[in-house]
T-cell receptor, first 110, second 117 residues
Framework: RKEVEQDPGPFNVPEGATVAFNCTYSNSASQSFFWYRQDCRKEPKLLMSVYSSGNEDGRFTAQLNRASQYISLLIRDSKLSDSATYLCVVTHTGGFKTIFGAGTRLFVKA | NAGVMQNPRHLVRRRGQEARLRCSPMKGHSHVYWYRQLPEEGLKFMVYLQKENIIDESGMPKERFSAEFPKEGPSILRIQQVVRGDSAAYFC???????????????FGEGSWLTVV
């Protein structure tokens, strides 16, 4: 079993749709959680950190459930520019073991 | 405020040659990570280094691959006797402080794209 697992995708949604990505992690020692975005042939870029209480940044909402070892990302009112691969990222206590999920590809269509 | 700098951005090598990829972390960052991404695949952790120390190399192939982060200068990922399967994007990332819960956020360079012909 992979340490960080994500929905396989791809997700194909129309503009304006709401889309949710899920991610589970297996190591209970995991400490910090992030969502990154990666465009085709580009480097991953930090989208948002995920706080225990949940957090929102504009159209993006991240949730963490430590008991279930589950992280989610919700995108509201999808834009064409949201088309990318979304990576769930988990780091362990001590910080140096950073594990990336395989990513979920999103296509937003007009 | 320069980000993580990688060079070369693109590198073509013939089978059997050596490839050297360089990475300068963001200013103030002393932790460097190397990841490999094969075409149409996810990021795979290779190695984590601090200045003059390899902390975790569990993702590095046992042969032909090595990494260093000297006291002075950039981090180097070295691939000897390259084969076609080494063709990939190699991303370097850096972070400032692994002891802070969000200080270990890592930031990526633009990648070095290696093609072996």
């Amino acid at each position: 079993r992979k340490e960080v697992e994500q929905d396989p995708g791809p997700f194909n949604v129309p503009e304006g749709a709401t889309v949710a990505f899920n991610c589970t992690y297996s190591n209970s020692a995991s400490q910090s959680f992030f969502w990154y975005r990666q465009d085709c042939r580009k480097e991953p870029k930090l989208l948002m950190s995920v706080y225990s209480s949940g957090n929102e940044d504009g159209r993006f909402t991240a949730q963490l459930n430590r008991a279930s070892q589950y992280i989610s990302l919700l995108i509201r009112d999808s834009k064409l520019s949201d088309s990318a691969t979304y990576l769930c990222v988990v780091t362990h206590t001590g910080g140096f073991k950073t594990i990336f999920g395989a990513g979920t590809r999103l296509f937003v269509k007009a | 405020n320069a980000g993580v700098m990688q060079n070369p951005r693109h590198l073509v090598r013939r089978r059997g040659q050596e490839a050297r990829l360089r990475c300068s972390p963001m200013k103030g960052h002393s932790h460097v990570y190397w990841y490999r991404q094969l075409p149409e695949e996810g990021l795979k952790f290779m190695v984590y280094l601090q200045k003059e120390n390899i902390i975790d190399e569990s993702g590095m192939p046992k042969e032909r691959f090595s990494a260093e982060f000297p006291k002075e200068g950039p981090s180097i990922l070295r691939i000897q006797q390259v084969v076609r399967g080494d063709s990939a994007a190699y991303f370097c990332a850096s972070s400032p402080n692994v002891n802070d819960i969000f200080g270990n956020t890592i930031y990526f360079g633009e990648g070095s794209w290696l093609t072996v012909v």
